[in-house]
């Protein structure tokens, strides 16, 4: 009668071909005579996770595009409520950079602040989530934190500055008629 011995494999070792050549590694030990493994199991849950994963990038994705939507709206609405002050100061030949420097200071600097508020309420939910899911403390570390709350920042503040700049563009470009 021989003993057996019940296996739990890691997440990063489930794919098919990485449990195939454990299996295939483990039956040439002289003490093991069966290896006996559900493929369909882990296939099912292969395929699984490869549709959350598609659900959850889909819907990341809408809201990417949404956030970055809201965010150019905004910045046009500030504009062109300074459009009449802005077509001014080009007509009396303020240089480009003249004009575009004050509404890019003041929109970055509510990006700052929007930017501040969203890492403390992803620090403060991740805080908590972990607290719930003590397992998401062994995915997460301080240094992709870190990382995280870095391309948070650059891309905030880079989509701002870009967006800020095309609608003064918009407002510099229109004809005076167009602004009332």
Not at 27 to 33: A, N, Y
Not at 51 to 70: D, E, G, P, R
Not at 112 to 121: A, D, G, M, R
Not at 160 to 180: C, G, M, Q, W
């Amino acid at each position: 009668m021989f003993s057996s011995i019940e296996v739990h494999l890691k997440p990063e070792f489930s794919s098919k071909e990485t449990i195939n050549s454990w299996i295939e590694s483990n039956r040439k030990f002289p003490l093991v005579q069966d290896v006996i493994y559900k493929s369909d199991v882990a296939e099912n849950i292969n395929s699984y996770i490869s549709k959350i994963n598609l659900l959850i990038s889909a819907f990341t994705i809408l809201l990417l595009i949404s956030a970055l939507l809201m965010i150019y709206n905004n910045n046009r609405i500030a504009i062109f409520n300074d459009r009449f002050s802005i077509k001014t100061m080009y007509l009396v030949g303020a240089s480009r950079a003249y004009i575009y420097k004050p509404f890019i200071l003041r929109a970055t600097r509510h990006s700052i602040y929007s930017i501040f508020f969203s890492i403390l309420f992803l620090y403060l939910l991740l805080n908590y989530s972990s607290k719930i899911i003590p397992e998401l403390n062994e995915i997460a570390s301080l240094g992709l934190y870190f990382k995280m709350f870095g391309y948070i920042t650059l891309f905030g503040l880079s989509i701002t500055i870009i967006s800020t700049f095309f609608a003064i563009k918009t407002v510099l470009h229109n004809n005076p008629d167009k602004i009332y």
